[in-house]
């Protein structure tokens, strides 16, 4: 009988109705959609430049590595003020809508200067500190001049891939996450048409390699922000806030004030987080070039099973916050326990599809027997520390729903740098034990996260209404 209420008890607590689950898929499977074709013309991308050479796909793998900080940096910058969008749009405040646009629109205009100039200057020398491991001259140099090949053309996609993403977070924050998926959608079928004539030279185009890769991927850029502009002021009876959106620039400063307390911690953490994820990368690298192909071609895959948890981490921001603007704070966790619980259990399968493929994928790589081993244990690790990662995404993405930007900010990139970070150093620099035993003990020491994360979604630190009272 005791057992048969505590089934009972964890059904409420953690599984949804019908009509639940059919509320966060309406909002995950569009983001779900529009991340899984990027992440899988990403690798379709990567498999082509792959099938050129070892040091063409390291070269540009560097620089996707490089320019993930700059992504990151500007989501984290984007979803400062999008905390703030998500409870103005569950008030029904356009006003408000329209002026966290307007912050984050200067935002990235300023960041992404930062960036440009930054890249500009000493990109060869960040390159450079990915390639201090075992290899030949001719190799690192080889990987190092494709690599600056590559950045130079990225750079130009700079601009509209921020402004796609002040426009995309906006529209998703209001609950509109079709238009930017159809956009994405459009924008990678684009990428990949122009890979394949770019990269290899087909039906008269110049074959351009690396180069090629970066064109096609400018090339998307401008649409995917031009499709996305289109919709937003011709849609203004669903998207009100885009009325009058560029009558003036200008953010009253209450606002951009509230703004950058929450929102700086959580610029912070995003930008520290993909720093700390690039410095990971350079200590496995350490270990040789080999090691930089197999993380390139395991991240590849494991970025397109990412999707999953990544969709649904964004769904509890986006439920979870209007719930909290609407004042809805019961409603508002027990919506967030089966969130997360629906989270593990669907990567907890995911997983499992991924150790399936894992011996099978790196073998679409030209790349040596030695780096293509190296990729199968990589993939093998990452799935089955994929629900532990479901977890953590879902925990962040609860804490950051109700403004708790500092505990996030400790959560996330005060962990990595201080546990990840030195863990990896250390293991790498000082011990003789295998580059995938390195990356294990990385993953492992996760679980402590998961710990303080469990703590704190428990006690419900996160539970507030951050808008009311503007």
Same mark, same amino acid.
């Given at each position: 009988?005791?057992?048969? #209420? ?20 309406? $909002? ?38 490089? @320019? ?16 703030? *969008? ?32 930054? @890249?500009?200057?000493?990109?060869? !020398? ?44 906006? @529209? ?17 079928? =684009? ?23 970066? $064109? !096609?991927?400018?090339? #998307?850029?401008?649409?995917?922000? !031009? ?6 002021? *011709? ?35 995003? *930008? ?35 999707? =999953? ?20 704070? +019961? ?34 790589? +030209? ?53 990840? =970070? ?25 679980? @402590? ?5 469990? =703590? ?9 209404? $951050?808008?009311?009272?503007?």
């Amino acid at each position: 009988m005791e057992n048969t #209420s505590v089934k009972a008890g964890f059904r409420k607590k953690f599984l949804g109705d019908k009509a639940f689950y059919k509320m966060v898929l309406a $909002i995950a499977i569009p983001i779900m959609i529009q991340n899984g074709i990027t992440n899988f013309v990403s690798l379709l991308d990567n498999i082509m430049i792959g099938r050129i050479g070892t040091e063409q796909m390291s070269g540009a793998a560097i620089v996707n590595q490089l @320019l993930f900080v700059y992504n990151l940096c500007l989501f984290g910058g984007v979803s400062g003020a999008g905390i703030f *969008t998500a409870q103005y749009a569950g008030q029904k405040d356009h006003e408000g809508v329209r002026q966290t646009f307007r912050y984050k629109l200067w935002l990235v205009i300023i960041l992404t200067i930062i960036t440009v100039l930054l @890249l500009i200057s000493s990109g060869e !020398a960040l390159i450079g500190m990915y390639l201090k491991g075992e290899g030949s001259a001719a190799a690192l140099e080889a990987t190092s001049r494709y690599g600056m090949q590559y950045l130079w053309i990225m750079l130009i996609g700079l601009p509209p891939f921020m402004i796609s993403q002040v426009y995309s977070s906006t @529209l998703r924050e209001c609950g509109e996450t079709v238009p930017p998926m159809k956009a994405g959608v459009t924008a990678v079928l =684009v990428n990949l048409v122009f890979n394949y004539l770019l990269i290899y030279g087909k039906f008269g185009f110049p074959e351009l390699g690396v180069r090629g890769a970066a $064109i !096609a991927t400018v090339i #998307s850029r401008y649409v995917e922000v !031009a499709i996305v502009i289109v919709w937003t002021h *011709t849609h203004t009876d669903r998207m009100p806030f885009a009325k009058g959106l560029y009558s003036t620039l200008k953010v009253p400063a209450s606002l951009t004030k509230k703004i950058l307390i929450k929102g700086t911690p959580l610029l912070l953490n995003e *930008t520290l987080w993909a720093a700390g994820m690039a410095i990971l990368t350079q200590c496995y690298s350490v270990r040789g070039l080999n090691v930089v192909a197999a993380q390139n071609i395991a991240n590849t895959i494991n970025n397109v099973f990412n999707v =999953v948890f990544i969709a649904l981490g964004d769904s509890v921001a986006i439920v979870v916050g209007q719930l909290l603007g609407a004042g809805d704070m +019961k409603k508002a966790r027990d919506t967030d326990n089966k969130m997360i619980a629906f989270s593990v259990m669907c990567c907890t399968g995911v997983a499992i599809v991924m150790l399936v493929v894992a011996p099978f994928f790196p073998r679409l790589y +030209k790349t040596n027997q030695d780096a293509r081993e190296l990729a199968k244990y990589f993939i093998m690790i990452m799935a089955i520390f994929m629900p532990q990662n479901a977890f953590l995404h879902a925990a962040y993405f609860t804490l950051r729903s109700g403004g708790k930007t500092i505990i996030t900010f400790l959560f996330d990139s005060v962990f990595v740098w201080c546990v990840s =970070v030195p863990i990896a150093y250390c293991l790498s620099r000082f011990t003789g034990l295998h580059v995938l035993a390195v990356f294990t003990m990385v993953q492992i020491g996760d679980i @402590l996260k998961c710990i303080v994360g469990f =703590v704190l979604v428990k006690k419900g630190v996160w539970m507030q209404n $951050i808008v009311s009272g503007r």
